[in-house]
Each structure stands twice: as C-alpha cells, then as structure tokens.
C-alpha cells in the first residue's frame, strides 16, 4: 500500500529532516533575506533530481510529475523566513543571528516540505499527477511574499487545482494534527496614525493643543467601531500596541504617534471598518483643535479553507494517523498570508502539532522561548505526501 511506502520513507528521512530543521533553525534569515535559506532548498533539491527554478526573487518553485499519467496538480506551501526576535535558548541549535529567530517554525515547514519532496521523489513511478512545491518567502511581513509569488505566476504553468499548507501549533501535542473547514484565520491591516496639535509647556495647557489628550479619545473611541458597528456575528478584533508621545512630565509635544492592528473575517465590513476609523480619528482630532492622518497599510485577506478538500484532507490524515490523532480547530484570529492563495484556488490550511510540556514546548509561537517537540517531524512529511496523493487520486 501507497501509505506504508511513505511511513517507511517518513521513517527512513527522519533524522535528515531533524538536521535539516536544527540547522536552518540555527541561521535564521529574515523576511525577502532569505538567500542561504534558498540555496540550501536548492542544494537539496538538486540532489534529488528535482526540478526548480527561483521565484520572488528569494522564493523556490519545484515540479515533480508523476510517470502515471494525469493532468492533476496539487501545491504544497512552506514559508522559510524568520522573525527579529532574540531568542531565549541554551539548545546547541539556538540561533547564531542575533536578534533573529525562527519564533514562528517556519524552519518546520521548510525542513518538511523538503522530507515530503524526497518521499515523493522516490515514489514517482507509481502516482499520476503534478505536484509543485512552493518554498515561500516573507510570511511575516507585508506585503507578504505569497501576494508576490502568485504575481509572478506561481499558480500558473502549471495550474494547481488544490493548495495545501501546514502551520506548527504547540497548543496542539506533537503526534496531532487540526483542521477546520470554511473561515479559519483573520484579515490583517497595520494602522499607523499620527494626530497633530501644539506643543508646549505643561503648565500652560491653555495654551497648547494637547495631541495626548486627542490620541487618548480616538483610541477609546475607536473601539466603539467595534462594539457598536461590527455586526456582532462577524469576529472583529481592533488592537492598539505602540503609543509614542515624546514629550515628558512638563512638556506637552507636539504630535503623538499610534500603532495598531485591525482584524476581521468580513472582507466588506473590512472595506467599511476602514472608513469608519478613519473618518472618526479626523473628526475627533478637528473637533479637539488639532488634526489626524489615519494611514492604514491593507494586509492579508482572511483565510478560508475550502470545504469538500480540507474534508478530504481530515479523511486521509485519520487513515494515517488515526482518528485519535485529528482535532477539530476553532476560528483564529492571527493571520497568514497563505490566505492569498485560498482566495484563488481550492485551498487546505492544516496546523501541526508540536507541543509537550515534559519536553518544554509549550510556548506560543513569536515568543523568545517558542521551541518543537521534534517528534513532530516524523508525521509532517509523511502526511503532506499522503494528502497529495490521495487528492490527486492515487
């Protein structure tokens, strides 16, 4: 059977993929840098006798087609780049960059679209179909590298029917997997403002147009366009994280710089939240003295996993994982720019487990501490290649 060759080929590619994952977690690179991370896909896929060409200009495009002939094609996506983060690790693999870290396990999805390559590679001569291989930069960082990648034709030539992804999840134990059909993650949009007054002396408020003062009724108002203009079945999340005003104890300065992040799974009430801040923080700014500019920067669209193939993907990973193995996921309201590709074809985005708390791995991803119970990586291979298979009708 199709699946004990690749639990035997999983099992037999183990420990590479461990070294792959330990050495690209040790050199870190971050989004649109991720040169030594694609040589080193390229010195593996070449190896192989993989067919590749770069995309993206740091990204990596394989095909393998199948001796059995089929007109079928299925993507599979890994995103390579890291965060700058420091990280917090006394493991011999810890990263080498300063300030730079694989905090999101990207150096996970890299090490095992790569295992799921070899796999199938070896097993070519028996399965019809396409499969492209899609070693993705700039995940985290807009305006993310997949939005570039479709650009310049990743879904073309050949056309894929069906894209697949996996995402680690120390929240889930190492050995499961977790699907959800239908809307799973959030849009993402950055928004940067900056309200204008007058500075000077703290004493003589009178005086001045206090920016302070305004920043503070937009931010607390700005929340009303969630509590009391989002539809309340629609998920909204409207999150302020960076406020700079640099003035001090008696100086009033003369402007004050927001941050924050607007998240939705509506992309039409998406379209009017927009309008609504915006509209709000000016008028508020006008009507206290002073003025606003309400920049956002439009992120990633939500992600929506569709439903007859993520179905079949939740099958297939109970046939080779058991059923004991395959968790239901709620809605996420973190974001991925894997989203860009579910908004253009038939899309499947999966999350890996890779928690364990006897083996300190339970910290959330983007946080200095955030680790894998490797073991994971004895089913992310072999899975992906199941599910490709099956898919493609093998």
Not at 59 to 76: C, E, N
Not at 152 to 181: C, T, W
Not at 385 to 392: E, F, P, R, W
């Amino acid at each position: 059977m199709i699946k004990d060759k690749i639990k035997n080929l999983a099992a037999t590619i183990f420990d590479d993929v461990v070294g792959y994952r330990q050495h690209l977690h040790a050199n870190p690179e971050l989004s649109y840098h991720e040169f030594e991370t694609a040589a080193f896909v390229k010195d593996k896929l070449t190896q192989w006798g993989i067919e590749f060409t770069s995309c993206a200009n740091t990204g990596v495009v394989a095909l393998l087609k199948g001796d059995l002939p089929s007109d079928q094609v299925i993507a599979l996506r890994g995103d390579m780049d890291a965060l700058p983060i420091t990280e917090v690790s006394d493991k011999p693999y810890a990263s080498k960059n300063p300030g730079v870290m694989h905090a999101c396990g990207h150096d996970v999805h890299t090490s095992s679209l790569l295992g799921t390559a070899y796999i199938l590679n070896q097993l070519k001569s028996e399965f019809a179909g396409t499969i492209k291989f899609i070693f993705q930069p700039a995940e985290e960082l807009l305006p993310g590298g997949a939005s570039i990648m479709i650009k310049e034709g990743v879904l073309e030539n050949p056309k894929p029917a069906y894209i697949v992804g996996q995402h680690v999840m120390p929240l889930i134990d190492a050995g499961k997997v977790g699907f959800r059909s239908g809307i799973y993650m959030a849009s993402t949009d950055e928004l940067y403002v900056t309200v204008t007054g007058k500075g000077g002396h703290g004493a003589q408020p009178h005086q001045n147009i206090d920016p302070v003062v305004i920043a503070s009724h937009i931010i607390i108002a700005l929340q009303q366009i969630v509590s009391r203009n989002a539809d309340p079945r629609i998920p909204s999340v409207l999150s302020f994280g960076k406020v700079t005003a640099n003035g001090a104890t008696n100086i009033i300065p003369n402007d004050v710089k927001i941050e924050g992040t607007f998240r939705t799974l509506d992309e039409e009430w998406r379209a009017e939240a927009h309008v609504r801040m915006k509209k709000m923080a000016e008028g508020i700014a006008e009507s206290m003295g002073g003025s606003c500019d309400f920049d956002i920067h439009k992120g990633y669209p939500f992600l929506i996993n569709e439903e007859k193939l993520t179905a079949n993907a939740k099958s297939f990973a109970e046939d080779f994982l058991g059923k004991e193995n395959v968790v239901d996921l709620d809605i996420w309201m973190a974001a991925e720019d894997f989203s860009f590709y579910s908004q253009i074809t038939d899309a499947c985005f999966y999350r890996l487990g890779t928690g364990n708390v006897a083996k300190d791995t339970q910290y959330s991803v983007h946080t200095p501490k955030f680790d894998i119970d490797e073991d994971a990586l004895k089913i992310s291979t072999g899975l992906m290649a199941y599910i490709a298979l099956k898919q493609l009708g093998n």
